[in-house]
């Protein structure tokens, strides 16, 4: 399989709604990017590996105040692995409430699932 621009364009897409979603308190909307099961590797951040859709859409609601109130990516790299299964990487900026900004760096398996591309796995680096 290859990669066609399509492509290309809805992984990007998927990666970019992340950001729109939880900046705009839709948590249940990530529904549409990741899967159910996805393992969201936080360790770096000191928050370990949250198990499922449901424990990271916990911990993100417990944030509270501490989330960021703005989240953008850039920077995306695609890697064709095979069969439908791609890795992206890219760069994250969240701005915080008091204006100060943190940077991390997104490491994903994306799949193509019958329901579209979705994020299987994600790795968060500072």
């Given at each position: 399989m290859s990669l066609s621009a399509e492509d290309r364009f809805?992984?990007?897409?998927?990666?970019n709604l992340h950001g729109h979603l939880v900046d705009a308190g839709d948590l249940e909307g990530l529904r549409a990017v990741f899967?159910?099961?996805?393992?969201?590797?936080?360790?770096?951040?000191?928050?370990?590996?949250l198990h499922g859709l449901a424990e990271g859409?916990?911990?993100?609601?417990?944030?509270?105040?501490?989330a960021p109130v703005a989240h953008h990516v850039t920077n995306i790299v695609l890697t064709e692995l095979g069969d439908g299964r791609v890795r992206a990487r890219s760069k994250g900026l969240g701005v915080l409430r008091d204006g100060g900004v943190g940077s991390v760096t997104y490491d994903d398996r994306i799949e193509r699932l019958?329901?579209?591309?979705?994020?299987?796995?994600?790795?968060?680096r500072r």
């Open positions: 809805a992984i990007t897409d998927l990666i899967v159910e099961d996805v393992p969201y590797d936080v360790t770096a951040l000191g928050g370990g590996v859409l916990a911990a993100a609601a417990a944030m509270g105040d501490a019958e329901v579209g591309w979705r994020i299987v796995h994600r790795v968060v």
